[in-house]
C-alpha cells in the first residue's frame, strides 16, 4: 500500500495540484483525508484511480459508509489511548473495511509517538486494523510481539524518511526484510 496524504495541514500534502506521474503505480494506493466531503473525495479517488481511502478525522459511520458503498475500500483511523473505549468502534463495523490505530495527539495523525500497544488487547471487534504511530527501523522486536488475530498490516511513516514525504528506501526493505523475514528484492 502506499499512502497519499491530501490534508492540506500535514508537511506531506500531496499539494494541490499533484503530478499525475506521482500515482503510477501497481501497489494499492491509499488517500488519506481528515474531514473531506465525500463529493472531494470521490473527484480525487476517481481523478488518480485510487480505490482505497484512509480517514484521519471525525467521520461519522454514515460518511464511511456512503464511502464504501460508492466501492472504496475505508481504512477509518482511530487515535487511542489509556482511557479509549473500544466500544465506541461498533456503530463503524459494518461501515468500514479496516481500522487504523495510531497514537492520540493534538493533530490529526503524523505524531510520531508510541501509543501503549498492550490497549489493544482490549480490542475484541471484528475488523481488522493496521497498527500505527511512531513504528521505526528498530520495532521489528516489538511488533512481532503484538499478537492479535486482527491484526493486519503496519502503516509506517516518519521513521522512515529523510524528509517529511521522502522515504529511505534501504530503510523500509530492511524493515520488511526483517519484519516477514523475507529476502530484500
Not at 22 to 35: G, H, I, M, Q, R
Not at 63 to 82: D, M, P, Q, Y
Request: hydrophobic share 35%; glycine share 8%; with cysteine.
Amino acid at each position: 500500500y502506499l499512502g497519499f496524504i491530501f490534508y492540506r495541514g500535514s508537511k506531506r500534502y500531496v499539494g494541490d495540484l499533484p503530478e499525475e506521474g506521482l500515482f503510477d503505480s501497481k501497489k494499492k494506493k491509499v488517500a488519506v483525508f481528515v474531514d473531506e466531503s465525500i463529493e472531494t473525495i470521490s473527484e480525487i479517488t476517481n481523478r488518480y484511480n485510487i480505490l482505497f481511502v484512509q480517514l484521519h478525522g471525525n467521520e461519522d459511520p454514515s460518511t464511511c459508509n456512503k464511502l464504501r458503498n460508492s466501492g472504496l475500500t475505508v481504512i477509518k483511523a482511530f487515535n487511542l489511548h489509556e482511557k479509549f473505549d473500544f466500544d465506541n468502534l461498533k456503530n463503524y463495523e459494518d461501515m468500514t473495511d479496516f481500522f487504523l490505530f495510531d497514537t492520540k495527539s493534538e493533530l490529526p495523525g503524523g505524531s510520531g509517538e508510541k501509543f501503549n500497544w498492550q490497549i489493544l488487547e482490549k480490542y475484541s471487534g471484528k475488523i481488522p486494523f493496521f497498527l500505527s504511530g511512531g513504528i521505526g527501523p528498530a520495532d521489528v522486536p516489538i511488533i512481532k510481539k503484538v499478537n492479535h488475530t486482527r491484526l493486519f498490516g503496519v502503516d509506517v511513516n516518519s521513521g522512515f524518511e529523510c524528509q517529511p514525504g521522502i522515504k529511505n528506501i534501504d530503510k523500509l526493505k530492511n524493515f520488511l526484510t526483517e519484519l516477514y523475514e523475507l529476502p530484500c528484492k
